[in-house]
């Protein structure tokens, strides 16, 4: 297809490969605009019912006009095939995007990334266009983070046509992502894209799917069927409580149980309170008193106006403290908030949503409390969410709310740092290393722990924890050394924006350890040597082994075993984000 002209776009190269077709770069031989072709299977072009069903799909598909979705063209029928004119977007597919550019997305990123994704399905069902196909694949990210879907309803043709040709090029990566009733082969409506959708947000988490990609088609449909979804926080620590039940009601077996439509998922995705319990109130049951059978003697006059006198006293008495309990109740609404810490060394209350030197409020220090009393969802230009508080002094502003946590993320972070750690540690990393020894047990349910890093000594060579750039974004990653006296865990951050942190090694050492920043440009012993011929003073020539050196070409990380007082060198590998042994020191 390379260099042919279907209309008046010339086809440049391909730029995708697919059971259904490939895609090709198109471009306009007059205007010079670019779009997307897909030239569909042959076999599939050949079947005339297939072709009057894509027809009219495509008529649907026309139809659909929403910034998350691309856009349909154009469509064509030639004796050549039939294709789809679409948009071009320049960007990355989801899972390729999550693979290379971010890892798993934290939840302040990932929520308004997905709600775009939400919205353009909402668009797309609201007018009876079903996608059945939706994947991380299927999803494309530009570089300035907005989402677009493609191939709307082209799954729903293939399946309605000819059940054998779903199975036709089908690869495993699809499979993942089905809903129960399509495994099944039952009727499926909107709901079958919420579950894709909650597989899909899985994914974007955790940086993984929740199924094993070398099992079978057979294994992966029984436990779409049977098994319950994974937790998604063992795939990975980061992934909250609140979003493992977001995810459990998006993928529920039984499709009645899941969101009933987008807009009830993006609600939930956006509700901060969502899953948390409430007390019911027991209903107190009154008694009946049996009636007597013997006659009810009328009570006089003068009896019942002083009930009517009571009766109007206590009206207006518990008139009274109703109002002021609705008072005081809506007064402590108003003015009260929810209520944070701050995790910070130092963070200022702001007088306007902006990190600029002028516009400071009042200076708070760590474990400070404030009050929460609005919080805006959206990002800014740096990635981070803001929040308008009320300080302890009755000082209000705005200030980041990622710098702030609850009661228990407090007391667990003072359990744990010391000294210079607890001030020098950014929130990220505390909040990163928390999470870690929390859920492996190792922070006790009164939130305090045996596990500590303690501050650097001044002027050591080798410390317990370091700032360095391993993965060459130039920004700061964070590796710690945490011990209980006995044992010694080695946890190192790499981070791929400012709210984004990994764990990359954790490991536990029977015998002390510290560690060290090896920076970017230090020439490094390889392991490897090379002959050389040399001259002596007496004009004899001999023989000798050299040293291979090589240059760094990030940061790395030295860990010293203090028994035999053994270092090795690692370097992070950002092919297969890990790190590598790279050299033993001289």
Request: charged fraction near 25%; proline fraction near 3%.
């Amino acid at each position: 297809m390379i260099g042919q002209q279907i209309l008046n776009y010339k086809i440049e190269k391909l730029i995708g490969e697919g059971g259904m077709g490939n895609v090709y770069l198109g471009i306009h031989t007059h205007i010079g605009r670019k779009v997307a072709i897909k030239a569909l299977n042959p076999v599939l072009a050949k079947n005339p019912d297939i072709r009057e069903r894509f027809k009219n799909e495509a008529s649907t598909l026309s139809q659909l006009h929403h910034p998350n979705i691309v856009t349909l063209f154009d469509y064509v029928e030639t004796d050549q095939g039939i294709f789809l004119v679409m948009e071009y977007v320049e960007g990355k597919q989801l899972d390729q995007y999550i693979e290379t550019i971010t890892g798993p997305i934290p939840e302040e990123k990932a929520i308004p990334l997905f709600t775009q994704i939400l919205d353009g399905v909402s668009y797309a069902h609201q007018r009876n266009v079903i996608h059945r196909d939706i994947k991380p694949s299927n999803i494309i990210i530009t570089s300035e983070g907005k989402a677009k879907i493609l191939d709307f309803g082209i799954a729903k043709i293939l399946s309605e046509s000819n059940h054998k040709l779903t199975k036709t090029g089908t690869k495993l990566g699809t499979v993942l992502f089905m809903s129960p009733e399509q495994v099944k082969g039952v009727e499926v409506d909107k709901r079958t894209d919420i579950y894709s959708l909650g597989i899909t947000l899985f994914q974007t988490l955790t940086g993984k799917s929740p199924f094993d990609e070398d099992q079978s088609e057979y294994e992966v449909y029984k436990r779409i069927v049977e098994e319950p979804l994974p937790d998604a926080k063992t795939f990975y620590i980061g992934v909250s409580d609140r979003m493992e039940l977001i995810l459990k009601k998006a993928t529920a077996k039984n499709a009645s149980e899941r969101f009933s439509d987008c807009d009830k998922f993006k609600q939930a995705l956006e509700d901060l309170s969502f899953g948390q319990s409430t007390s019911k109130k027991a209903k107190a049951k009154s008694a009946r008193t049996p009636v007597s059978n013997r006659p009810v003697k009328k009570p006089s006059a003068k009896v019942n106006n002083k009930r009517k006198g009571w009766t109007i006293f206590w009206s207006i008495f518990f008139g009274m403290l109703f109002s002021t309990a609705l008072v005081v109740t809506t007064y402590k609404l108003i003015f009260s908030g929810t209520e944070k810490y701050v995790l910070a060394n130092k963070l200022w209350i702001r007088s306007s949503e902006a990190l600029t030197g002028n516009n400071g409020v009042e200076l708070l220090k760590f474990g400070e409390k404030l009050n929460v009393l609005e919080t805006d969802s959206k990002l800014d230009a740096n990635g981070l969410r803001w929040a308008k508080v009320r300080s302890e002094d009755g000082k209000e502003g705005y200030t980041v709310i990622d710098y702030l946590g609850s009661e228990d993320e407090y007391e667990r972070i003072n359990a744990v740092f010391k000294d210079n750690a607890l001030k020098d540690t950014p929130v990220i990393y505390k909040k990163a290393v928390i999470d870690y020894l929390n859920s492996n047990g190792m922070i006790d349910k009164d939130n305090s722990s045996n596990w500590s890093i303690n501050g650097n000594l001044s002027g050591a060579e080798f410390n317990n924890y370091v700032f360095a750039d391993f993965n060459q974004d130039s920004k700061d990653d964070y590796a710690c050394v945490a011990n209980n006296g006995d044992k010694y865990l080695l946890l190192v951050f790499v981070s791929g924006s400012v709210l984004d942190a990994t764990i990359k090694i954790a490991e536990n050492e029977d015998q002390k350890i510290s560690i060290k920043k090896l920076p970017r440009g230090t020439k490094y012993f390889t392991g490897k040597y090379t002959t050389e011929n040399r001259i002596d003073w007496y004009g004899e020539i001999y023989t000798v082994n050299v040293k291979v050196y090589d240059m760094l070409k990030s940061d790395a990380l030295v860990i010293t075993e203090k028994q035999g007082n053994k270092s090795k060198v690692y370097t992070y590998d950002n092919n297969h984000n890990d790190f590598i042994l790279t050299a033993l020191p001289q």
